[in-house]
C-alpha cells in the first residue's frame, strides 16, 4: 500500500473521529433543553394546584364580604322595622331579613364547601412541589453530566485537530486537496475497493483500473465519486476463508426467453451488459453501460432465436441473471434504473467469486462458468 493512502486512512479517521466529536458538542444545547422540558409537566401541575389554591381563597374572601354585607342589610331592616307605622311595611322589612337570612345560609354553605376542598388542593400543592423538587435534583445531575461529557469532548477535541494538522502536514498539497474536496460534498475522500468495485458509491471498475489499484503502485480515483482508491489484500484473504461464504449463485436458465451477457469489451463503450430477448420468432438486443445504465447505439431485431441472431455477442460474455418484460425495456428509455444495475452487478459480482473459487480447488471446473462460445 502506498505511504499516501495509509496517511489519508489515518487522516480520514482523525477527520470522522473530530465530526463525531463536533456533532456531540453541537447536541449538548439541545440535551440540556430536553432535559429542562421534562420539568414543563411537573412545573405546570404545581402552578394548576397553586392557582385552584388562590382561586378558592379570592372566592371564600368574596363570600365572606358577601355574608358581611347581608348582615349590615339584616341590621339595617331591624333598625327600619322599630319605626313602621303599617303591618305591611313591617312583614315587607320581615320578608327582606328572611331572604337575606338565606342568602347567608347559602353562601356559608358554599364556604364550607372551599374549607372542605382546601385540604386536598394542599395535597396537591405539596405533592406536585415535592415532586418538582426531586425533579430538579434529577435534571441538574443529567445538566452536570452533559457538561462534564461536552467539557471532555471539547478537550479530545482539541488533541483531535492537532492530530490532524500534523496528519496533513505529511501528505501531498494536490492529493490533500482532492480528498479534502470530495469529503466536503462526499462526507469521505478515500475508499477501499472490494469484488471490483468502489465500496463508497458501488460502481464497478474496469478491469484495468482494479488492476492498477491492486498493485498499489500509484494513485487511482474513482471516475463515478472521485474518492481515492486504494486495495486491501486482508479483507480478500478474508473472502476466501472457508468459514466466510457468500450467498449461493442461482444460475440462469439456458432456454429463458431472456438472457443478461456482461461483455468487458464493447467498442469505445468498453463494459456492458447486453440484454437479449426472445420472442415471435424474432431476438432484439439492447446493450448498457454498465456504470450509468445508458443505452448504448439502437436496438437491434434479427429473425430467429437470439442464440442464432447475435452469436458474435455471446462468445467470450459471461451470462449473467436478469429477468425484466419487455415492456418495463422500453419503459426504461435511454438509462436502466440503478436497481436493476445493482442487481446485475451483485450477480456479476457472485459468478466472478464462484470462477475464482473453483478455480482455485480445481481448475478444470472453472468451465462451468466460462464465458459462453458462440453459436454453432
Known amino acids: 500500500m502506498l505511504p499516501d493512502i495509509e496517511k489519508l486512512l489515518r487522516l480520514q479517521d482523525a477527520d470522522k473521529e473530530i465530526k463525531r ?8 444545547p439541545k440535551r440540556v433543553a430536553v432535559i429542562e422540558q421534562k420539568l414543563a409537566g411537573t412545573k405546570a401541575q404545581l402552578e394548576k394546584a397553586q392557582a385552584s389554591v388562590k382561586a378558592d381563597e379570592a372566592a371564600r374572601r368574596k363570600h365572606d364580604t358577601t355574608i358581611s354585607d347581608l348582615r349590615g342589610k339584616i341590621s339595617k331592616y331591624r333598625d327600619q322595622s322599630l319605626d313602621v307605622k303599617t303591618n305591611e311595611q313591617y312583614k315587607a322589612l320581615l320578608h327582606e331579613i328572611q331572604f337575606a337570612e338565606k342568602e347567608i345560609a347559602a353562601t356559608e354553605d358554599k364556604i364550607l364547601e372551599l374549607m372542605v376542598n382546601a385540604d386536598a388542593r394542599d395535597k396537591e400543592v405539596k405533592a406536585a412541589q415535592a415532586e418538582l423538587k426531586a425533579e430538579m435534583a434529577e435534571i441538574e445531575k443529567e445538566k452536570e453530566q452533559a457538561r462534564q461529557r461536552t467539557a471532555e469532548d471539547e478537550k479530545l477535541l482539541t488533541e483531535w485537530r492537532g492530530k490532524r494538522d500534523q496528519l496533513r502536514s ?13 469529503s466536503k460534498f462526499r462526507g469521505s475522500g478515500i475508499s477501499e475497493v472490494r469484488d471490483h468495485k468502489c ?14 489499484i491492486r498493485s498499489g503502485l500509484q494513485l487511482v480515483y474513482c471516475d463515478s465519486c472521485q474518492r481515492v482508491l486504494y486495495f486491501n489484500p486482508k479483507e480478500e484473504l478474508l473472502d476466501q476463508k472457508p468459514g466466510v461464504n457468500r450467498p449461493k ?7 429463458a426467453h431472456q438472457a443478461w451477457y456482461y461483455r468487458p469489451e464493447w467498442g469505445d463503450a468498453g463494459e456492458v451488459y447486453i440484454c437479449l430477448n426472445e420472442q415471435k420468432g424474432q431476438s432484439s438486443r439492447r446493450v448498457y453501460e454498465i456504470h450509468t445504465g445508458r443505452l448504448v447505439g439502437d436496438i437491434l431485431t434479427r429473425e430467429g432465436g437470439y442464440r442464432q441472431a447475435f452469436p458474435e455477442d455471446i462468445a467470450g460474455a459471461t451470462r449473467l441473471n436478469g429477468d425484466w418484460d419487455v415492456d418495463e425495456l422500453d419503459a426504461w428509455g435511454n438509462e436502466a434504473p440503478m436497481v436493476v444495475l445493482d442487481a446485475l452487478h451483485a450477480d456479476l459480482d ?8 473453483r478455480t482455485a480447488a ?3 471446473a472453472a468451465s462451468a462458468l466460462a464465458p459462453e ?3 454453432s
Do not use: W
Not at 249 to 255: L, S, T, W, Y
Not at 350 to 357: K, P, V
Open 170 to 182: 505529511g501528505i501531498d498539497a494536490d492529493l490533500l486537496r482532492q480528498y479534502e474536496r470530495v
Open 199 to 212: 465500496t463508497a458509491c458501488q460502481v464497478m471498475l474496469r478491469p484495468q483500473t482494479y488492476n492498477e
Open 249 to 255: 449463485r442461482h444460475h440462469p436458465k439456458i432456454d
Open 362 to 364: 480445481k481448475p478444470e
Open 373 to 375: 462460445p458462440a453459436a
Open 21 to 28: 466529536l463536533q456533532d456531540e458538542v453541537a447536541e449538548f
Open 350 to 357: 457472485l459468478a466472478r467469486h464462484e470462477m475464482s473459487m
